[in-house]
């Protein structure tokens, strides 16, 4: 994997303004000992990971792509695997393709300073990999194919230098203080598959696929604040992740082509459950490093179930349209964690670690995360020269907001849990296919906060 991670300098990360107002609140009201062991149960920082994540739930393939990702009705290359695993009985010759993707995910993250507290700041991630890698066998009525994809890369960092300093002034307001930080995540989960397709009559194909699904989580998020006595930073609290885990999730298609000219198909396609674990310090290290308290949290990362179903029209030999309906179950990755924020709960004290817990006061959720449907539209033109074949290709689909947000009436929480925006992303692509034996094709993919550049290459032998 290559990666520029983007990087916030300067300005102080938003999770933390929450953080400011727990911090301030638990100093006035349960003293110094009582501050420390909270933070441990903060529940910021147990959702914070899941604000950016990016899904790339697109065929990986640039044909795909450059049909705007609808591809379930047609499913005829070696992508199929991934995409409608019933489209393998279409392919009559052994195959193999290997398919690159330039991802640039641009975001807006709010911050500020001890002057503006409502500034924003812009970064980018731009990652360069191998999206996809398979290899297709046909056998009469029957097809198998193993292959490699690239669910989810995401990387990103930030550093706020904060401002403030709430132990040197305990009635200090929320508002005009913030612990410095430095954050980084790093996340990848793969599937590696294994397909198998049975052509049942002459209009009706059904398939599946196995996948084991491989996740690699990293993240680090260190809080300080700056000492008045020697002006350096102070480190009071950290969380760090370095996980991984293996599951298994399934990929059923069907496909029916009851005319020359209509075909359609629907995928069901399961999302892994994945464990992990943050390990959360509560450290002194004005003098060295001192941990004070130490727990470590066990949380659930869901990736989300997907439905499609598709149909492709052809107009002519050369003319193709398909359009295709997705639906993401976006709710799966919160359903199993703490959707409660302490902003809106009541502080209950104990004389027992960890001391101070917090109860939610209202029973409503304070996260929330939906279900969307997307709708994804393309055509495909051919234009013939001798052997050659030119494939152009432009399409779009839509892409409606699906960020985890608050419902908590709270200025600092909206910052950190900002409602989305919906977008339309557009797309266009062309190809050159010699002998129906090599086929190359390029697409792009843009919208305003995603823009894709990829290649694919398929050898038929």
């Not at 074949?389 to 689909?397: I, T, V």
Request: hydrophobic share 40%; with cysteine.
């Amino acid at each position: 994997m290559q990666t520029n991670p983007a990087h916030i300098k300067g300005h102080p990360n938003p999770v933390l303004l929450l953080k400011a107002l727990i911090i301030s609140g638990l100093l006035v009201i349960s003293g110094h000992i009582e501050l420390q062991a909270q933070s441990f149960w903060r529940k910021s920082d147990r959702n914070t990971f899941i604000r950016n994540i990016q899904f790339n739930f697109n065929i990986p393939s640039a044909r795909a792509v450059g049909l705007g990702g609808a591809f379930v009705a047609i499913a005829d290359d070696a992508t199929a695997g991934m995409a409608n695993p019933a489209g393998l009985t279409i392919l009559t010759k052994p195959e193999i393709s290997v398919h690159y993707k330039l991802n640039r995910f641009s975001h807006t993250e709010n911050a500020g300073t001890e002057d503006d507290h409502n500034l924003r700041k812009h970064f980018h991630n731009d990652i360069v990999s191998q999206s996809y890698l398979s290899l297709v066998y046909p056998y009469g009525k029957f097809s198998f194919s193993v292959y490699r994809q690239e669910l989810i890369n995401f990387e990103s960092s930030h550093e706020a230098a904060g401002f403030g300093s709430i132990f040197d002034s305990p009635d200090l307001d929320p508002a005009d203080f913030e612990p410095g930080s430095k954050t980084g995540s790093d996340i990848q989960v793969n599937n590696w598959g294994a397909a198998f397709a049975f052509k049942h009559t002459r209009y009706l194909s059904v398939g599946v696929s196995t996948m084991v699904s491989t996740l690699e989580f990293s993240f680090f998020e260190h809080l300080f604040q700056r000492s008045s006595q020697t002006n350096r930073p102070v480190r009071i609290f950290s969380v760090t992740s370095s996980s991984k885990d293996t599951r298994y999730s399934i990929n059923i298609g069907v496909k029916s082509e009851p005319t020359d000219f209509l075909s359609v198909g629907a995928v069901y396609r399961s999302g892994p459950k994945f464990n992990i674990c943050n390990t959360i310090e509560d450290v002194d290290d004005s003098g060295g490093r001192t941990n004070i308290y130490q727990a470590d949290q066990d949380l659930v990362f869901k990736v989300p179930d997907v439905y499609s179903f598709g149909a492709a029209l052809s107009l002519k030999d050369n003319l193709t349209l398909s359009l295709d309906a997705v639906r993401v179950e976006y709710s799966d990755l919160i359903k199993d964690l703490d959707r409660n924020l302490n902003a809106d709960d009541q502080a209950t004290y104990s004389a027992e670690f960890p001391f101070t817990r917090f109860v939610d006061s209202d029973g409503i959720e304070d996260l929330v995360l939906k279900d969307r449907t997307e709708i994804h539209f393309g055509c495909e033109y051919y234009l013939m020269f001798g052997e050659w074949q030119l494939p152009l290709r432009a399409g779009f689909y839509t892409d409606p907001s699906h960020v985890v947000h608050t419902t908590v009436e709270d200025e600092a929480l909206k910052r950190i849990f900002p409602r989305g925006k919906n977008e339309v992303h557009g797309t266009f692509g062309f190809g050159f296919v010699l002998k129906n034996k090599i086929q190359l094709d390029a697409a792009v993919n843009f919208s305003r906060s995603v823009s894709e550049v990829l290649l694919s290459a398929v050898f038929r032998f």
